[in-house]
């Protein structure tokens, strides 16, 4: 449901309420981690006692082995979303737009195994250097990927990530194998608040987002077609010159 004051069309409270309710889950989700984390070190503290003992039976050590490894994934999988929520948001820096997709695959890959989906990676060695915010840009590229998982809800599929140079620019697209965009016309897809889904599912500000950010960065976020499926394609002025203190 939405409502119209002074000839603005606002979202309705249902929106409003999955908004505040994420904002809420990200305050959570900051203290969760450094809880977590906490939890973490006295298990790699403890197993590093344990394994120093001599009387433990040979029995237990496949156990301490696979303690450490799952510490380890956990620790990881921590430290890249703490890399995401720490990139700055304000200020400029030479960013290398294939690590940012690479870090986002790996931020998504869980959600996306277990949906039953894949994804990969293709980009041929070049110079993916563009000047910009790190964690703007980044939370562009993760949002083509959610728009991608949303579309590919419920079915098997799978999402490619293409990275490529053009002239003076990076291009990086975004492309799953879903039903396509379905709001007609497909540039409706970009609006504000605009979304096929339940408000609790999404807001309807990815898109849009992505765009936005695209846009701040002197670049572009277009739809393109394809006979199955959709391709959202960013493309960003690449960087020439490497200054110091490029990320």
């Known amino acids: 449901m939405r409502f119209v004051r002074d000839q603005i069309e606002l979202p309705g409270p249902d929106t409003l309420l999955a908004l505040n309710r994420a904002a ?9 981690i450094h809880d977590i984390n906490n939890a973490l070190q006295v298990i790699s503290g403890t197993l590093e006692l344990l394994e120093q003992r001599t009387d ?3 029995a237990a050590a496949p156990a301490l082995d696979r303690l450490r490894s799952q510490s380890a994934r956990a620790t990881a999988a921590l430290a890249n979303v703490q890399l995401f929520t720490r990139a700055p948001v304000q200020e400029s820096a030479t960013v290398n737009l294939r690590e940012i997709a690479e870090h986002s695959i790996t931020l998504r890959a869980f959600a996306i195994r277990r949906a039953g989906l894949t994804i990969r990676l293709e980009a041929p060695a070049d110079d993916y250097q563009v000047a910009g915010i790190r964690g703007q840009l980044q939370q562009a590229v993760l949002n083509l990927i959610a728009n991608a998982e949303q579309a590919l809800a419920g079915r098997r599929g799978s999402i490619l990530v293409q990275l490529e140079p053009a002239d003076g620019a990076v291009v990086l697209r975004v492309s799953d194998d879903g039903p396509g965009v379905t709001l007609d016309p497909p540039e409706r897809a970009f609006g504000l608040f605009a979304s096929t889904r339940e408000p609790w599912e999404g807001a309807g500000l990815g898109l849009w987002a992505a765009r936005e950010i695209a846009g701040s960065h002197g670049g572009t976020l277009t739809y393109e077609r394809q006979p199955q499926g959709a391709s ?3 493309t960003l002025p690449r960087r020439t010159t490497i200054t110091s203190g490029s990320v």
Not at 24 to 32: D, F, K
Request: glycine share 6%; no cysteine; aromatic share 6%.
């Open 24 to 32: 809420v889950t990200a305050r959570l989700l900051s203290g969760l």
């Open 56 to 58: 433990m039976p040979a």
């Open 232 to 234: 959202f394609v960013l």
